[in-house]
Every structure is written in C-alpha cells, then in structure tokens.
Nanobody, 123 residues
Framework: QVQLVESGGGLVQAGGSLRLSCAAS????????MGWFRQAPGKEREFVAA????????SYAGSVKGRFTVSRDNAKNTVYLQMNSLKPEDTAVYYC????????????????WGQGTQVTVSS
C-alpha cells in the first residue's frame, strides 16, 4: 500500500524558511514523479512544484519560483520542499503527491497523496 507522509510544517514569520519532507513507502520511489500542492482555506488545491524521478527536471508555480526548491533523495525515499522568503499568502496545507505518468502540474495526474502538513506564515 502506497503511503506518503509529510512533515516539517509549522508557524513561521514572514521572511522565514521551512523545509517540508515527504517520506514514501509501498512504491518504487525512484520510478515516480513527485509533486507538491497546497490548499488554503476556501481555495482550491493548487500546484506548487514537481520533480522528475531522477531529480533532473523540476517545475514550479510562478508564485513560488525563486523562493521554493524541490529536491529528492531516492536512497531515502523522500522528497523535500525548501521554502524561503515565506509570505503570509503561502499559508496553506501542503500535500505531496506521486505519479508515474509524467511531470505534471495537474492534480488529477497524481493518484497518490499524503495527508498534508499545515504551514502558517504570520505577518
């Protein structure tokens, strides 16, 4: 059974940093594209970043490009999201997701999801 478990969320002041982790099990991790999405209260889930199975290709939403960095460690079955220069509008529940299909920013392309971790950025 595929399991994705996020960690690393919390409360941080604007301008601060957080690193999210997502530990995967029950799948051949190095064969999966991994994505990060977020959902703020009252808003739809939105794409944040994605990384190819090897880590050679990445994709970012325009709102986080230059501030967030996605990476992965296939030996540890873990994907990371380094978030710098955080803004109050980054406040959301952050989810990691896995797919074998392709590098995508489309949530429906990802069949496997974690339970999410809350990130709150205070002004």
């Amino acid at each position: 059974q595929v399991q994705l478990v996020e960690s690393g969320g919390g409360l941080v002041q604007a301008g601060g940093s957080l690193r999210l982790s997502c530990a995967a099990s029950g799948l051949t991790f190095s064969s999966y594209y991994m994505g990060w999405f977020r959902q703020a209260p009252g808003k739809e889930r939105e794409f944040v970043a994605a990384i190819s199975w090897s880590g050679a290709r990445t994709s970012y939403a325009g709102s986080v490009k230059g501030r967030f960095t996605v990476s992965r460690d296939n030996a540890k079955n873990t994907v990371y999201l380094q978030m710098n220069s955080l803004k109050p509008e980054d406040t959301a529940v952050y989810y990691c997701a896995a797919t074998t299909s392709r590098l995508s920013d489309y949530a429906a392309s990802f069949p496997y999801w974690g339970q999410g971790t809350q990130v709150t950025v205070s002004s």
